[in-house]
């Protein structure tokens, strides 16, 4: 069983930034691939950026330029760097941890707004 933490979200104003974290409690974080994914209200979860087990990243278009994940192994934690964010990224942004189970956090609420 994995437990995964996530923080960092809150209101910031249009073309302000924000990281995220995500803590995971797993001691064996290194091998799991990692994944960011949101959800707006009334619409479907979706992909914003993955990471490998051995750092290769993928992002969403919409997060393509924009955003960057990244992860600590030693510190067992991945992060989403979010800036120039947009009203249309408000959402509950979810850690996902993949290697054969799939293991989500309790996601953290972006909301970007004047």
């Known amino acids: 069983q994995v437990q995964l933490v996530e923080s960092g979200g809150g209101l910031v104003q249009p073309g302000g930034s924000l990281r995220l974290s995500c803590a995971a409690s797993t001691s064996i974080f290194s091998i799991y691939h990692m994944g960011w994914h949101r959800q707006a209200p009334g619409k479907q979860r979706e992909l914003v950026a993955v990471?490998?087990?051995?750092?290769?990243?993928n992002y969403a278009d919409s997060a393509k330029g924009r955003f960057t994940i990244s992860r600590d192994n030693a510190k067992k934690t991945v992060y989403l760097q979010m800036n120039s964010l947009k009203p249309e990224d408000t959402a509950v942004y979810y850690c996902?941890?993949?290697?054969?189970?799939?293991?989500w956090g309790q996601g953290t609420q972006v909301t970007v707004s004047s």
């Open positions: 996902k941890a993949d290697r054969i189970i799939t293991y």
């Open positions: 990471i490998t087990s051995g750092g290769l990243t």
